[in-house]
């Protein structure tokens, strides 16, 4: 007969949370497969932690985006944000499907041209572009969007002395009616700053305008400052036109639209009160449709949406190393993957799944990170079932920002596994090894 495991009785006081007229609301199904792959099977095959992400998720995540957006406008483009995940494999199913790419940096852009992106369909944003990376971009036909001052300067004097012309456009921040402003990229609307620039560039002989540019935050919850967004720009696109006699290719309203994870210190979950997409396509379009421009004249219409777009085709699954009683009487549950893989833990109150059948009672509890820190919690408060050392977990919506933002702290960082459409599991980055890490490390000869 097997031997039950013992645990001490504590008494605490009892926190009910927030109430609906149901109850408290728990969510502990199990989650034993990602599409139709035994989440078991790919730790035992894969290891743990192990980051997961779908193929057959991306390609509907961008196929409903596009179609929400083409059925409401004649003229779209998506260009994808590598920030938001550059693993190559993931980064070649969005170019399959017809995306752009999107850079911030000369290794994003380095790893655009690899991934086989035409120069003329990447858009180099960002306020660190060496001159070797302007020159590359401008001989590539590369859509340059002007970040400050000094850039525009420099890129004015490196088109005079190659004899370039190269595409570019400008970031423009304003108030969208979100604070804190995003003032801290490219030229500001309201105080004209953003159309001085712009008069810089329309009377240079050495720099042809095609297009503007904003990014008005991250995570946006509103809809209506999206709308403010595409006025300002088509406002100033109209005063080129009557000015300058010229109309600009594009209007690119860069991304942040959010995905359904919970933000910490919400009141509800993500799913209660994210916008559709649907919403955020509503309040763009029909402000450049209704703005005044003939049908010949609408300017194309950029999107850099990454987080919307593959946040919830990936998973992270971890096993339990231990279970414990905090002074205060918490449960406590110490997994084996923490906010060194795990970033956004530090905003979202992430979905986290039993990976086997739970039993039936459940109960409060912090879950920590193995990393020798405190701040290393990936749930401050969750109500889940008694998991035992051994138990697996299944955490939701990582696709964004944790394989471009983690950290190689005192674990190495885990394989990611990419599951196709046809539900075959390929490893697109393996797990760090110490050969690895030390292969990046050289020891001085007195102290080997």
Avoid at 34 to 47: A, D, N, R
Avoid at 204 to 222: K, R
Avoid at 307 to 321: C, E, N, S
């Amino acid at each position: 007969m097997e031997k039950k495991r013992y645990e001490r009785p504590t008494l605490r006081k009892m926190n009910t949370g927030l109430m609906n007229k149901f109850g408290t609301k728990t969510e502990n199904q199990p989650v034993t497969h990602i599409e139709s792959v035994s989440v078991k099977g790919l730790m035992q095959k894969f290891g743990s932690p192990l980051f997961v992400l779908s193929e057959r998720q991306i390609r509907r995540n961008f196929r409903n985006a596009n179609r929400i957006f083409t059925t409401r406008y004649p003229k779209v483009q998506f260009a994808w944000s590598y920030k938001t995940n550059y693993l190559d494999a993931v980064c070649r199913i969005y170019h399959q499907e017809g995306s752009w790419a999107e850079v911030v940096s000369g290794f994003e852009y380095e790893k655009a041209l690899k991934n086989g992106v035409p120069g003329n369909q990447i858009i180099f944003n960002g306020p660190d572009k060496s001159d070797e990376q302007l020159l590359i971009a401008a001989r590539n036909n590369s859509l340059i969007h002007i970040d400050h001052y000094d850039e525009l300067y420099t890129l004015i004097r490196l088109s005079e002395e190659h004899q370039l012309k190269p595409q570019v456009a400008i970031r423009v921040n304003m108030d969208t009616g979100i604070y804190p402003k995003w003032d801290r990229f490219g030229f500001n609307f309201e105080n004209g700053q953003a159309w001085n620039a712009l008069t810089r560039i329309l009377n240079s002989n050495h720099l042809e305008l095609v297009g503007l540019h904003c990014h008005i935050g991250t995570f946006m919850l509103s809809p209506s400052a999206y709308a403010t967004a595409a006025r300002n720009l088509c406002e100033l696109a109209w005063s080129i036109k009557e000015r300058f006699g010229k109309m600009v290719n594009y209007i690119d309203l860069g991304g942040g639209f959010p995905s359904t994870n919970t933000l910490k210190g919400a009141y509800l979950p993500g799913t209660d009160t994210v916008p559709s997409l649907d919403q955020f396509a509503d309040a763009i379009t029909d402000v450049i449709l209704g703005y005044g421009f003939r049908p010949d004249e609408l300017p194309t219409l950029i999107l850099e949406s990454g987080r919307a777009l593959v946040d919830d085709a990936g998973y992270l699954l971890g096993t339990v190393l231990a279970t414990k009683r905090l002074s205060d009487g918490r449960r406590a549950t110490v997994l084996d993957f923490g906010i060194n893989s795990l970033f956004t833990s530090f905003w979202y109150d992430h979905k986290v799944s039993p990976a086997q059948e739970p039993g039936q009672q459940t109960e409060e509890t912090v879950l920590y990170g193995p990393l020798c820190m405190n701040i290393d919690v990936v749930r401050e408060s969750i109500v889940m079932p008694l998991l035992e050392k051994g138990n697996q977990v299944v955490v939701h919506q990582v696709g964004a920002y944790n394989m471009t933002q983690w950290m190689q702290f005192i674990t190495l960082r885990p394989a990611i596994v990419m599951i196709d459409e046809k539900n075959t599991t390929h490893v697109i980055r393996q797990s760090e090894t110490m050969e690895y890490i030390d292969s990046l490390e050289n020891v001085p000869t007195h102290l080997t």
